[in-house]
């Protein structure tokens, strides 16, 4: 659903309804906006705006940075690449060496069309995924270690 806030930037809130492990329901709302002016979309906070605009500097192109979801407190984005083109998914994004993994259109339609990111947790060692369709349908998915159940990001 796309509405105006007020003159200068129009509101774009996307929800969805997800299944939690246990079978229960849960909403997952992505809401961003947008100016008039050439300052592009704004985000959750002002990390994220900052985290945003890093990443469009280190060759994403501005208008396909969004956080796909959440693991706990911390963002998961998703952008393409301005040179090659490639969709990626990236964790946290605060820094340069922030995790990320990017896959071309053609490797995407190849194989089932989900980008996946594996995170190593450096406290307990365990290994979480996260999965995100680019075809539009499904949701946002988080895969820990030893679990064999997706749950839909925050």
């Known amino acids: 659903m796309t509405t105006q806030r007020d003159d200068e930037y129009t509101r774009q809130v996307m929800a ?4 939690t492990p246990d ?7 992505d809401v961003s906006e947008y100016g008039s002016g ?6 959750a906070n002002e990390a994220e705006t900052r985290t945003a ?4 500097d280190d060759g994403f192109d501005p208008n396909s940075i969004w956080v796909a979801g959440y693991d706990r407190d911390v963002p998961i984005w998703t952008a393409s690449e301005r040179e090659t083109g490639r969709q990626c998914l990236i964790y946290d994004g605060a820094t340069a060496d922030a995790p990320r993994a990017c896959e071309t259109t053609e490797t995407l339609q190849e ?7 594996q995170v190593t947790d450096a406290e307990t060692g365990g290994m979480t995924t996260y999965e995100l369709p680019t075809s539009g349908f499904g949701s ?3 895969i820990r270690e030893g679990s064999d159940v997706g749950a839909g990001g925050d």
């Open 38 to 43: 050439e300052g592009g979309p704004t985000y």
């Open 23 to 29: 079978g229960e329901p849960a909403v997952s709302v």
């Open 16 to 19: 969805h309804l997800l299944l």
């Open 111 to 117: 194989h089932d069309g989900r980008l996946r990111l």
């Open 140 to 142: 946002f998915v988080i």
């Open 53 to 56: 605009e890093r990443l469009a």
